[in-house]
C-alpha cells in the first residue's frame, strides 16, 4: 500500500467516478485503475461495487477511507509545515487601536536581528485578527478581546485602560475626568461601530443627552479629527501614548469604561512551524511597551 494508492482511492470515492477522478488527478483512466485493482489485491478485498452505472464503496472500503482521509490530511499539513517553516516571512496583524509606534520601534529591532521578510497588517477588529491567525492567513496577531480556542495561544503584553480623549482645545481639556452628564451636547467621533469593542463604547454613552455622532473608517483619520476639534472619542490608553506625550491629545477618565476588558496579548497557532520567531517578536514587542509604559 503506498500513497498513490490511497490518494487515488481518495478521490474516486469522492467523486464515485473514474474518468472524473483522472481528469481532477491529471491521470490517465487506465492509471487510476491500476492503482485501485492493486491496492484491492494487497488488502485481499474489494473496494467498490457497481450497479448499473452507480459506483458505491463495500464495506472494507468505507473503512479504508476513514484511514485514507487521515493519512492524506496529515500528509498535506506535513508539506505545508515545512513550506512555511522554509519561508522567510513573518505575517503580523493588529488591532486598529494598537500603538504605531510600538510596531515601527518593534519591527526597527527585530530586523536588526533577523534579515526575514516582514509583513505588517491592520485588521478590522480583534476576532476577525484572531479569526486570521486560526485559519494561518496571519503568523500571529495583537488583540484586545481573548478568545477561546485550543489550537491557539495567548500571551498577555500588557493591562491597558480605556479612555475618553479630547484636543488641548476641547471645552473639556481642562478636566483630568469626565462623566455622562459632562458629555452632553458634544460630539463623539466613532470609528467601526458595529464591531464589539466600539459597541461596548457606545454602551457607555447610554444616557448621554443629545449627543451627537460622527463616524470615520479609519483610526489616524480618528485621531485627526479628535485633534482638530470636531468632538471627543474614546480608545485605550496604550493606542495614545505617543499623542499625549507630545501634547496632541488628552486623556480623560471615565467610569463606565472601567468595565470594558482592558488587556493587551498576542495570539498565534500553537505548534506553529514559525513559533521560534512569532515569540520573538513578541517578546521584542513586550520590551518596546515596558520602555514606553
Known amino acids: 500500500m503506498n500513497y498513490d494508492q490511497l490518494h487515488a482511492f481518495y478521490y474516486v470515492s469522492k467523486f464515485m467516478n473514474f474518468t472524473k477522478t483522472s481528469e481532477f488527478l491529471n491521470l490517465t483512466q487506465p492509471a487510476i485503475t491500476a492503482r485501485i485493482r492493486n491496492l484491492e489485491m494487497e488488502l485481499s478485498c474489494q473496494l467498490f461495487k457497481k450497479q448499473g452505472k452507480q459506483l458505491s464503496l463495500t464495506q472494507e472500503g468505507k473503512l479504508l477511507l476513514d484511514y485514507a482521509e487521515k493519512i492524506i490530511f496529515y500528509s498535506d ?10 519561508q522567510t516571512k513573518l505575517t503580523i496583524g493588529f488591532s486598529p487601536s494598537f500603538s504605531y509606534d510600538i510596531i515601527c520601534k518593534t519591527v526597527k529591532d527585530f530586523k536588526i536581528k533577523h534579515d526575514i521578510e516582514l509583513q505588517i497588517l491592520e485588521g478590522y477588529d480583534s476576532i476577525a485578527l484572531a479569526e486570521q491567525v486560526k485559519n494561518q492567513k496571519l503568523d500571529v496577531a495583537f488583540i484586545r478581546m481573548a478568545v477561546s480556542n485550543p489550537n491557539l495561544t495567548l500571551d498577555y503584553l500588557y493591562k491597558d485602560k480605556m479612555v475618553v480623549f479630547v484636543s488641548q482645545e476641547h471645552p473639556l ?5 469626565v462623566t455622562k452628564q459632562d458629555l452632553e451636547g458634544h460630539t463623539m467621533v466613532h470609528y467601526a461601530r458595529n464591531t464589539g469593542l466600539w459597541k461596548r463604547f457606545e454602551e457607555s454613552l447610554l444616557g448621554v443627552k443629545n449627543l451627537k455622532h460622527l463616524e470615520v473608517k479609519n483610526m489616524e483619520m480618528l485621531k485627526k479629527f479628535v485633534k482638530e476639534g470636531f468632538g ?16 496632541d491629545l488628552k486623556a480623560l477618565e471615565y467610569a463606565p469604561l472601567n468595565g470594558i476588558p482592558r488587556d493587551i496579548m498576542s495570539v498565534y497557532l500553537t505548534g506553529s512551524s514559525r513559533t521560534e520567531w512569532i515569540k520573538e517578536f513578541v517578546a521584542t514587542c513586550e520590551n518596546q511597551i515596558k520602555k514606553l509604559a
Open 232 to 247: 471627543f472619542s474614546m480608545l485605550g490608553y496604550f493606542g495614545l501614548m505617543e499623542e499625549v506625550g507630545k501634547g
Open 77 to 86: 499539513g506535513a508539506k505545508e509545515a515545512i513550506q512555511s517553516a522554509n
Open 173 to 177: 481639556a481642562s478636566r483630568t475626568s
